[in-house]
């Protein structure tokens, strides 16, 4: 009997150790195909860079003692997912995993995440998708830092894709998004959330003498006060694995009529 195939990505690059330890959370669901960008591509979103060339080097990957072949993809997470689908996999993915990211992804501000894009790319491919982050210091982001514990952030990764496998597609469910407080353990309480409105990272205006310095827009974390209650932001400041079902539809779900009286327009 043929098992799952289950597509592999991420936005931090092929040489992650968050990739390793999501194959390695994986590996017994199904046959992993592995394709993720050759570079960095944090904040890159579900963006189509032309720019990028789109080859695939064909590498190996490995943690806690197995190893797996992997293609790095000169492209974003988006289109590293397309490659994945298109030209590498013999047969339609059963399930995407974008993931383990450093860092969460949260709130409103998920437009910016490529882990999230990659999540996105896939369900608009109609293949259900997982969206995974580990919280991590904001120093920690862009770094691959080997020191970070991944373990928790693999039990969860395991238990959502096989959750995920084994369900019916859910009506206006596209993708899951999950965000693993630091220090989770499998006894971690999770919850299902919805996205924090209010800026969960806040942005931070570069200091220089002259605008021709380089000076890139740095970003902070917000203050915890304020967030919504059943937010994702709640959920991690309280300890809790973050579970949000993301649709593709981002249409806003006022209602038409109330949208009429407002605006004016012909009904349809």
């Not at 695939?56 to 997470?77: C, D, E, R, V």
């Not at 309480?189 to 021709?212: M, N």
Request: glycine residues 8%; proline residues 6%.
């Amino acid at each position: 009997m043929t098992q799952p195939l289950i597509l592999l990505c991420n936005d931090d690059g092929i040489d992650s150790p968050g990739l390793a330890a999501a194959a390695s959370a994986l590996a017994a669901l199904g046959d992993l195909l592995i394709v993720a960008p050759s570079q960095q591509q944090s904040g890159m979103g579900r963006s189509m860079p032309n720019f990028n060339d789109g080859r695939l080097f064909k590498t190996t990957i490995s943690a806690n003692g197995q190893a797996w072949t992997a293609y790095g993809a000169n492209a974003s997470p988006a289109q590293a997912v397309q490659h994945g689908i298109m030209e590498l996999a013999d047969r339609q993915p059963a399930l995407v995993v974008s993931g383990i990211n450093y860092g969460e992804n949260v709130g409103t501000g998920i437009t910016v995440s490529g882990t999230v894009g990659a999540a996105l790319e896939a369900a608009a491919h109609g293949i259900p998708a997982l969206a995974v982050s580990l919280q991590v210091e904001i120093h920690q982001h862009m770094t691959n830092d080997a020191s970070v514990d991944f373990s928790g952030a693999e039990y969860f990764t395991h238990l959502f894709a096989q959750r995920w496998l084994n369900s019916e597609r859910l009506p206006d469910v596209d993708a899951l998004k999950i965000d693993i407080p630091a220090g989770a353990t499998p006894q971690t309480c999770w919850c299902f959330t919805h996205l924090e409105r209010r800026s969960y990272f806040r942005p931070v205006a570069p200091q220089r003498d002259r605008l021709e310095d380089v000076a890139p827009i740095g970003y902070e974390l917000n203050p915890a006060n304020g967030v919504e209650a059943g937010s994702d932001a709640a959920a991690l400041i309280a300890g809790q694995v973050s579970v949000t079902p993301l649709s593709l539809d981002m249409t806003s779900r006022i209602t038409l009529d109330t949208l009429r009286d407002v605006l004016g327009g012909c009904k349809s």
